[in-house]
């Protein structure tokens, strides 16, 4: 393919090679006018971009400019030329009869294939998970049950600690019904305690 | 870097995108048809680029099946050649990687008998003049040439590719690869000159070197 029937995304309004079909021999060629800061490599690189249509119009009449004046530079230009050319040497493959079927069948294949194993996995991961939830809930109500049981006895001596701190005098008591009728007649009431001192527990 | 433009709507400018937004909605025969259009460009890519066409085929099914996966994620923010052949470009880069690590195991001695393959070494000595040179014929002349593009580097020969076969300019070879238009731009000088330098004896004569 030659590089003129490229139209690659270019600004270069010259097309590639058009500088150099366009340039004159020169017997003692004047100096380039190219840029002092533009390296060997650069300038190289400048001309393999613009045999392939990717120099703006500032870089593209640089590299004419040289051409037109420095024949080692198109001798340069036309190797690139040739050795690019001569990739069309490189083997073109086409594609057997079945090969976009045999393609997609696989295609297919792999992919049913893919997705088996993907859910196959998703199950087990939810099994796992499953399991899991199931291992901290059962010792979530282990720790909880064990837990009630070690403060059972707590709780009943807070329940019965009004009896506890009053146990001398109950162990006095022989009758708890007839201390029953004396807690109905008010008589473990709390008195006041502005009460004259005669009228309190003594009742002198 | 890669520059996707989000700006450009892809899926208007682009009939390959609109058939991959077909595959999206698992439509099997836009897929096929992707296949169809593509097959042949992909071979010819994977095919120069890891020097075997039974490798190659397996590379493309295996280009194919990625874009089936992915298609449930596919976005049109680029044009469809440039995101296919960076998956292609990724599959040969992997299958290049671990053909050098079985070559480094498995090393063939060098065969002295004029009819046998070229090395690189003499080409290289070819290219230096230091051997004599008779006529070649086509086939030998696309040996030399395949040689040749085995002295680049993987990077090289990817966009040196994309470059001649698929017609890409550099944002597009950038886009494809992943890296800056500047670099592409290297890349092609130091391929082109690799190339230039090594095919020089061939390029006006058509010459072959003889063994010494």
């Known amino acids: 393919m030659a590089e003129s029937d490229r139209s ?16 004159n021999a020169s017997n003692g060629a004047a100096a380039s006018t190219a840029s002092l800061s533009v390296t060997p490599a650069d300038s190289e690189a400048e001309l393999v971009a613009y045999l392939d249509g990717e120099l703006d119009h500032v870089a593209a009449q640089r590299v004419e400019r040289r051409l037109s004046d420095d024949p080692a530079f198109r001798r340069r230009l036309q190797q690139f030329q040739r050795a690019w050319d001569l990739l069309d ?9 079945d090969f976009a079927t045999t393609t997609v069948e696989m295609v297919a294949v792999r992919a049913a294939a893919e997705s088996d194993a993907s859910q196959h996995r998703r199950r087990r991961l939810i099994g796992y998970v499953a399991q899991a939830v199931c291992a901290v809930a059962a010792i979530v109500l282990g720790f909880l049950f064990v837990s009630a049981r070690q403060q059972a006895p707590e709780r009943r001596l807070l329940r019965d600690l009004p009896v506890i701190e009053n ?20 008589l473990f009431d709390q008195e006041p305690p502005d009460a004259p001192a005669w009228n309190r527990s003594g009742r002198r | 870097m890669a520059v996707t433009d989000s ?10 995108v609109r058939l991959m937004l077909r595959v999206k909605e698992d439509d099997a025969a836009a897929f096929t048809e992707l296949v169809t259009r593509y097959q042949n460009r992909l071979l010819t890519l994977l095919a120069n680029l890891v020097s075997s066409r039974e490798v190659a085929e397996d590379l493309t099914q295996d280009v194919f099946l990625r874009v089936y996966r992915s298609r449930k994620t596919y976005q049109p923010d680029a044009k469809f050649v440039t995101w296919l052949y960076r998956i292609a470009s990724n599959v040969a880069s992997n299958s290049v990687r671990s053909q050098v690590r079985r070559r480094e195991i498995h090393l063939a001695p060098a065969s002295s008998d004029e009819t046998s393959p070229l090395s690189l070494e003499q080409l290289a000595k070819a290219a230096s003049g230091a051997l004599p040179t008779r006529r070649l014929d086509k086939s030998e002349l696309s040996e030399i040439v395949r040689l040749a593009m085995e002295s680049l580097n993987e990077q090289q020969r990817v966009a040196l590719m994309l470059s001649k076969f698929e017609e890409m300019g550099y944002q597009d070879i950038a886009d494809t690869m992943g890296v800056t238009v500047s670099a592409v731009k290297s890349l092609l000088w130091r391929a082109r000159e690799n190339l230039r330098t090594l095919l020089e004896p061939y390029i006006a004569e058509g010459a072959r070197p003889t063994k010494e």
């Open chain 1, 8 to 23: 690659p995304n270019s600004s270069n309004p010259h097309g590639p090679g058009a500088g150099a079909s366009n340039a």
């Open chain 1, 167 to 186: 146990v001398d005098n109950y162990l006095n008591v022989e009758d708890v019904e007839f201390v029953r009728q004396l807690a109905r007649d008010h």
């Open chain 1, 89 to 97: 040497q490189l083997p073109r493959v086409e594609a057997t009869a």
């Open chain 2, 7 to 16: 700006s450009v709507d892809y899926e208007v400018l682009d009939p390959d």
